[in-house]
């Protein structure tokens, strides 16, 4: 079975420390992804990657960084951490698409991390 | 922009209820994957599917590409069902539904 292991379930941070949410799949997917879960709101893409050292901007970026430097993990940076960006932080990763390519295929999830920042 | 409609946004069922989740898009995909969230878990994926029908025990999903509509049903509801479902066009990207939140009473 595939799976996508994210390092923490649940983190407490204050304002202004910075955060790393590590994410580990053990597929040999190319593409991962980063996204936020917020109510109401549902997915937002964050960044995603579709090879080692390569990121591309999601639809969210700002405040956050990306780390791709082995395939199998991807990691989530928040350099400076505040209250708007408490959410749940999904990663994903996903098999080829049907057309190939960069075409988003079977999607695989971690559990999620639960991020507080006080 | 929304790119993707899921309807209802939220669903009671008594137990053994047949129960139909909607999802229309606008974008032009090549797949559409039912996903499945339950209180406090992550996401797993129920379905990929490009045309068609597919089925998996009490679960069925249908996609109508020409008209943009996909169908999950669930036959026999039971409260384990009770979860948000989520409908995930895909393309050159996942679009996602905000979820259809399902609460099946026993």
């Known amino acids: 079975d595939v799976k996508v292991t994210q390092s923490s379930r649940y983190l407490v941070k204050r304002t202004g420390e910075k955060v790393f949410l590590e994410c580990v799949q053990d597929?040999?997917?190319?593409?991962m992804f980063w996204y936020r879960q917020d109510p109401g709101l549902g997915l937002r893409l964050i960044y995603f990657s579709y090879d080692v050292k390569m990121k591309e901007k999601g639809d969210i970026p700002e405040g956050y960084s990306v780390s791709r430097e082995k395939k199998e993990r991807f990691s989530l940076i928040l350099e400076s951490a505040s209250t708007n960006q408490t959410s749940m932080y999904l990663c994903?990763?996903?098999?080829?698409?049907?057309?190939?390519?960069?075409?988003?295929?079977?999607?695989?999830f971690g559990e999620g991390s639960r991020l507080t920042v006080l | 922009k929304n790119e993707v409609e899921q309807s209802p946004q939220n669903l009671t069922a008594q137990e053994g209820e047949f129960i139909t989740i909607n999802c229309s898009y606008s974008?032009?995909?090549?797949?559409l994957h039912w996903l499945q969230q339950h209180p406090g878990g992550g996401i797993v994926s129920l379905f990929m599917?490009?045309?068609g029908k597919k089925k998996h025990g009490r679960l069925i999903a249908t996609i109508n590409i020409q008209e943009k509509h996909s169908s999950l049903h669930i036959t026999a509801s039971h409260p384990r069902d009770s979860a948000v479902y989520i409908c995930a066009p895909t393309g050159n990207q996942f679009y996602f539904g905000t979820g259809t939140s399902l609460t099946v009473i026993p």
């Open positions: 994903a990763s996903s098999t080829p698409g049907l057309a190939g390519g960069r075409n988003t295929g079977e999607l695989f």
């Open positions: 974008v032009g995909i090549s797949a």
């Open positions: 597929m040999d997917h190319e593409n």
């Open positions: 599917l490009s045309s």
